[in-house]
């Protein structure tokens, strides 16, 4: 599976982004998908998860009620809406794919495939 990030860029506090994942392969329907995010100097975070058929998800406290995640099986694609957006959403965004998901707290290391990181910056 090959995933590729796009959608970030520069937005003000309270506004709104939409990130996308295109992934590659016939399978992607088997993986849980995952966003993930990195700020300058912290290590990498859990933002929200997707089950393969797209019928549970999982969000990080942080961004529980402001961020949606969501799929589309046909079209290969994951999707993060991003509102509400806060300075300290600033970082750059990961998208991952796990075949076998151990929850949210599982660490990076432990997922199958990455995106290569689009950035999101909010201004306050």
């Known amino acids: 599976v090959q995933l590729q990030a796009s959608g970030g860029g520069l937005a003000q506090a309270g506004g709104s982004l939409r990130l996308f994942c295109a992934a590659s392969g016939r399978t992607f329907r088997s993986y849980t998908m995952a966003w993930l995010r990195q700020a300058l100097g912290k290590e990498r975070e859990f933002v929200a998860g997707i089950s393969g058929s797209g019928g549970s998800t999982y969000y990080a406290d942080s961004v529980k009620g402001r961020f949606t995640i969501s799929r589309d099986n046909a079209k290969n694609t994951v999707y993060l809406q991003m509102n509400s957006l806060k300075p300290e959403d600033t970082a750059v965004y990961y998208c991952?794919?796990?075949?076998?998901?151990?929850?949210?707290?599982?660490?990076?290391?432990?997922?199958?495939?990455w995106g290569q990181g689009t950035q999101v910056t909010v201004s306050s």
């Open positions: 991952a794919a796990d075949l076998v998901w151990g929850g949210i707290y599982s660490p990076p290391g432990s997922y199958d495939y």
